[in-house]
């Protein structure tokens, strides 16, 4: 299928070469995909070596450089320290934990409060009316064993979910009559789901059924993964891309990149976004999340500081809230060499868009610009202080 659009100039050029190169060798490696999403898929000359590499990005450093003042430039500036990380990155051995949340994201590489994750220990038990002499983590067990979904069920359950997310969504954005959610099971896999968009508005969400599900968290995973989440950033990104001032090589999304705070700060508050916050079970989802990657940010500082495995596993089910086969998905997650710090984008992108929105109060002009353009942290940073 032919491109859409042309790649105009050098700057566009090299890179996409690059993304293309780093992908490649990161699936060779280890099969990690750095290229989830590609509005516009377009095959260029590859760059064969590690020497013709590091050559582009010298030579996208310069054009950067030469680009006039605007938001392309500031894109490709926050994008440089990323693609240099990202160099070390798949080469090896892998940055640090705290240069790969400042390189690849643009984010403090701060562990989260206690004491935030304490109050929202507290959010629990208030919704639980639990007293401080209980046990929490086993009324959280007891909690989820009550609201969960028989395995046959998790499909259906979901797809209902899909279409009340998608009537409410409807509501907030003008979307394309073409544009469509197709949900799909999954078996066997370490992550919960995924949203895998392609083009001309459509997307595959692919949904964990080996795993726990109860029916508030697939709410939860209908409104990140498709609306208003991921699909409808995704689609409304290509929209601007076809028909409105969007840069050529934004077209790409890296998997580590400035732009991930600000795609996984969206997709952790489409609840609030629907006004899905209102009922308990809602509310204990939304301080569940947020209290589990919290602790998922501290995990991956106790890997770095090279802390026993049993320590990390007695953390994780204190702080998170969590049995011991969920502590041992969230430390196995923590120790990856690449998504470990990827959790910095739910705690930091999540606290960053919500404290907007709260101060807004849903104004829909907080939509207008926190979807449509391809923001980095920086570039929304901007646009969030000229509201």
Known sequence: MPPRRPVGDDAARAFLRLASALDRRSRARDGTRLTPWNLDPVRLAPLATWAEIAEALDRLTRLTRKEPRGFRRDWLDDHLPTLRALIRQVRGPAPPLPRQVRDFYDLPPRPAAEAELESLRRE?????????????????????????VTSDAVLPTM??????????????????KAERVRLVATHGRSISGVCEYTRDYQSTVKLNVDLRWTWPALRDMAAHEAYPGHHVHQATREWEYLHGDFPREAAVSLAACPMGPVEEGIGENAMWFLRWDRTPEDRMTLALNRLRWGTEVNLAFMVHRDEPRRELLRYAMHSGLVDWKQAVRDVRYARHRTWASYAFCYWYGTAMIRKQFLKMDGDPALFDVLYWRPHTVRTLTAAFRRL
Request: no cysteine; aromatic share 6%; glycine share 6%.
């Open 124 to 148: 629990v038990r208030r919704i639980l009316h639990v007293g401080r002499e209980d046990g929490l983590r086993s009324a959280v067990e007891t909690w989820e064993r009550e609201h969960r």
């Open 159 to 176: 797809e209902r979910y899909l279409g009340l997310a998608r009537r409410d969504a409807r509501r907030l954005f003008k979307l394309p």
